[in-house]
Each structure stands twice: as structure tokens, then as C-alpha cells.
């Protein structure tokens, strides 16, 4: 078992490619510059979010590339798809609708939610599966035979899950015959940073499932740390510092211990909550996660065109 775990890292780690030594470096300069200039940051994320535009999907036979998130309830996947969204139009966006009160998941409809671009009817080739929240007991939230099933795109956009009853292969939103593109080529493990040590081993145990699927199949996989900002106040008070934060480092070995995802695939971020307005840090932190998505996503799906 062991064995097996060190491999699926290390396999994790070579999907990540060159793009994770870029990010290494802008780690390493953001937390050695502390008083790094607005201007400054403010023409990197207008590099990042370049780089994100001038990207072309080129894959014959995929129209999109599909990144699944999941997560526990109240771990801000909804919110990370809107401040993802935000951060690339540079304004304020809500597509994905977010549950405020953190209660129990009742219904869920499956969508693909697509970010818009510069230009009307033109969207960036890469759209996002919300999921309905992961809970602990087996009648509530998303059952993990439905998640499976969007990772091997067998579920039509606009299936209503049951928690109770996984999608049955009679169901007519049931896709019997599945290609490349309906297929997930991303996925995204969901984590709160401040609570992250307090979520139920029934809940991890049901993401684990979900990775281990993932991982059978070859789909690249990272995970995403939310509210970075209530984990340490060193970094409530000043964003930049989050890569150089010992409690943010902490957070992110927690998550790697508990989830088993290796240190360089987790992307510690802000989700736009009360903000009405864009912020620079935020915007540098998502963009920085999404282009790296973007770039492992895209290099599985060449790799799956290729052998197919």
C-alpha cells in the first residue's frame, strides 16, 4: 500500500511538469520581496491572465477541457469556480450559486459552468463541474458512484443527483458511450485551510475514493486550500506572505497528509467572499492555481488523444 501511495505521488508530481517550477519561482521572489510594489504585482497578473487568453485548446477530437471540483460542504468550491471568474473578467461574478448558510446539500444539479471571454458568444476552452458537497453520512450529499461517473463522463449536464440513489445505467441521463471530451481531465480536491484538521474521516475516506478512481484512470489531480485568510492572521493582515507563513505551511502538510496529495500540487487561495471589488494578491494567487490546472488538464488530454 505504501508502495502504491509513493507512486501516485510521484506520478502527480511529473503531471505538474515544468509549469510547477515556474510557480516555484514565484513563491520564492513573492515571499523575499516584502514590500513588493502594486505595479508590480499588478503587471503580473496581467502576465498570468495573458497567458490564460492566448491559450488555444488544439486537441482534435476535445472541445473543452473539463475540471471536476469536490469537496465537503462549506469548503468553497462554488466560491473558487466565482473568484476564478472574477479574477479573469476583473470584476465581481457569481455564476456558480453558493449555499451561505453551510448546511446540509439537498439537490444538485450537474453543470458545466464556461468563463467568458473578451468577446460575445466566445468562451476560454475549459469549463468547471461544481458537485454537490461531500457529507458523512451515506443519505446525504453526493453519493461517490456519481462522481465517479462524471469523471468517466457517463452523466449529462443537467442530471439531478440523489444522495440515496447513485445514477443507474437505465437513467436517460446516463452516457453509455462517453468520448475524450465528455470525460473529466482535471480534478480538483476542495479543503478549507481553517478547519481542515476538523473535517470527518467519513468525508476524506469518501474524497479518497473519488482520487483513487482518478487516479486508476490517469486523471490528473490537485487540491485546492481555501480561506487561507482565516487560518493565520499573518496572512488575513497581508496576503502576500501566505508562502512564507509556518501556519499556512502547516495547513498545506495537513492537507497533504490527510488527502495524500503531494506538497507542490496544493494551491493555497482567497476566495473572493465580501469583496466588490478586484485584489491584486487574490487575483495573482487564482490565476496562478488556474493556468497550472489548465496546463496539466490540457497535457492529459493530449496524452489520452494520443493513445486513442
Request: proline share 4%.
Amino acid at each position: 500500500m505504501a508502495q502504491n501511495q509513493g507512486n501516485t505521488s510521484s506520478r502527480e508530481q511529473q503531471r505538474a511538469g515544468l509549469n510547477r517550477i515556474e510557480l516555484g519561482s514565484k513563491r520564492n521572489s513573492w515571499g523575499n520581496t516584502r514590500g513588493r510594489d502594486t505595479v508590480q504585482m499588478r503587471a503580473s497578473s496581467k502576465q498570468l491572465l495573458q497567458s490564460l487568453k492566448k491559450f488555444q485548446l488544439q486537441i482534435g477530437n476535445v472541445s473543452q477541457l473539463r475540471i471536476m471540483l469536490h469537496g465537503p460542504i462549506g469548503s468553497g468550491k462554488s466560491s473558487f469556480f466565482n473568484s476564478v471568474n472574477t479574477a479573469i473578467q476583473g470584476c465581481n461574478m457569481a455564476d456558480a450559486l453558493v449555499d451561505s448558510t453551510g448546511g446540509k446539500s439537498y439537490s444538485f444539479t450537474l453543470e458545466f459552468h464556461k468563463v467568458k471571454k473578451d468577446r460575445p458568444r466566445s468562451f476560454y476552452p475549459f469549463v468547471f463541474a461544481d458537485t454537490m458537497g461531500l457529507e458523512p453520512e451515506s443519505s446525504n450529499g453526493i453519493h461517490t458512484d456519481d462522481l465517479n461517473n462524471i469523471l468517466l463522463g457517463h452523466i449529462k449536464e443537467g442530471y439531478t443527483f440523489n444522495p440515496i440513489h447513485p445514477i443507474s445505467t437505465e437513467d436517460i441521463d446516463y452516457k453509455h458511450d462517453p468520448s475524450l471530451t465528455d470525460r473529466i481531465h482535471c480534478l480538483l480536491s476542495v479543503l478549507p485551510a481553517d478547519n481542515i484538521s476538523l473535517i470527518s474521516e467519513e468525508v476524506i475516506q469518501k474524497m479518497k475514493t473519488v482520487r483513487g478512481k482518478a487516479r486508476d484512470l490517469g486523471i490528473p489531480q490537485i487540491a485546492i486550500m481555501t480561506m487561507v485568510d482565516k487560518a493565520c492572521p499573518l496572512v488575513q493582515n497581508d496576503l502576500e506572505k501566505v508562502y512564507i507563513s509556518k501556519r499556512i505551511k502547516e495547513k498545506m502538510k495537513v492537507c497533504s497528509d490527510r488527502l495524500g496529495v503531494p506538497m507542490n500540487c496544493i494551491f493555497p487561495v482567497q476566495n473572493y467572499f465580501e469583496q466588490v471589488t478586484n485584489n491584486v494578491k487574490m487575483d495573482i494567487l487564482l490565476l496562478m492555481a488556474i493556468k497550472n490546472i489548465i496546463a496539466i488538464a490540457n497535457d492529459y488530454a493530449e496524452n489520452q488523444a494520443c493513445a486513442e
